[in-house]
């Protein structure tokens, strides 16, 4: 029996990545997954590849940064698969500049999908958790929400809010047996091609890994996996840090 056997779990920005990696490990666990995405076909695919492999799964098209969407979303897979019981907020993008440069749009762009788009997935999920006495929340943050970061400024300050709506759902949703726990990862996906390949920054990056490699997608799954499983019983308002322990060295 899988740690998560018939658990239903949301996965924003599964259709590639960590969230793809994620979305794989909940079903071979025996959750029932929705890949959530605004790439309707990649996560299309990505429902398809997991049911290929005898999960059960299914994509669901969603803008994480329009209430509406979220709404529809949800109601969606409540209607498919079931009861919430397991989200993971990690649907993400970047907007790069120095903060002398950012424009008005990079800046409410990176804070709409992270942090807007968290919260209204929240709003979404928590009234069936409330009611069901049980739950999950699982943030995607970043060591740039906790020591901040240069020419990222708007992805700082989100993942930075990211940890404080962590940290506020997990004490205002403990009453109800909902846990709320995050993870700062480091891993090789489309997100950080340019710092892994762009020479001006892989070596300086690299050099502050102590395990001295990227990770590998699947190799960030276990984490959120740990978080969305009874073994969370007793552990709430936490960070794991899984970036072969760069964090560490800081
Ligand atoms: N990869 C890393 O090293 C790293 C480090 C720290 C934090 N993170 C965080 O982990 C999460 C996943 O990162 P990743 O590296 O897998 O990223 P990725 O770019 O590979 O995947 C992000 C996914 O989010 C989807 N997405 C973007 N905007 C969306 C929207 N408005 N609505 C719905 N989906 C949307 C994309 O289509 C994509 O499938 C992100 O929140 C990221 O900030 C990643």
């Excluded at 969230?19 to 695919?45: K, L, M, P, Q």
């Excluded at 019981?85 to 992270?114: C, F, S, Y």
Aim: aromatic fraction near 6%.
């Amino acid at each position: 029996m899988g740690k998560l056997e018939g658990r239903v779990a949301v996965v924003t920005g599964a259709a590639q990545g960590i969230g793809r990696a994620v979305s794989h490990r909940y079903a071979a666990e025996g959750a029932n997954v929705a890949v959530v995405d605004i790439n309707e076909e990649a996560a299309t695919a990505v429902a398809d590849e997991i049911t290929a492999a005898g999960g059960t799964a299914i994509g669901v098209a969603c803008d994480v940064g329009q209430r509406s969407a979220v709404d529809a979303a949800a109601a969606q897979v409540a209607a498919e698969l079931g009861t919430i019981d397991v989200l993971v907020n990690n649907a993400g993008i970047t907007r790069p500049a120095m903060l002398w440069k950012m424009t008005d749009e990079q800046w409410n762009d990176v804070l709409n999908i992270h942090v807007n788009g968290s919260f209204y997935w929240m709003q979404a999920v928590v009234p069936a958790m409330r009611e069901a006495k049980r739950g999950w929340l699982i943030f995607s943050t970043s060591s740039a929400g906790i020591q901040g970061t240069i020419g990222q400024i708007n992805y700082a300050v989100a993942k930075s809010g990211l940890l404080a709506m962590m940290r506020s759902a997990a004490r205002e949703l403990a009453p109800y047996n909902i846990i709320s726990n995050a993870v700062a990862p480091a891993a090789a996906t489309p997100m950080t091609e340019t710092i892994r390949t762009d020479e001006r920054f892989k070596s300086t990056y690299l050099d502050t890994i102590p395990l001295g490699r990227w990770a590998e997608p699947e190799e960030i799954a276990g984490a959120y996996t740990f978080l969305a499983s009874d073994d969370t019983s007793y552990m709430t308002g936490q960070v794991l840090s899984v970036d072969g322990g760069r964090l560490m060295m800081r």
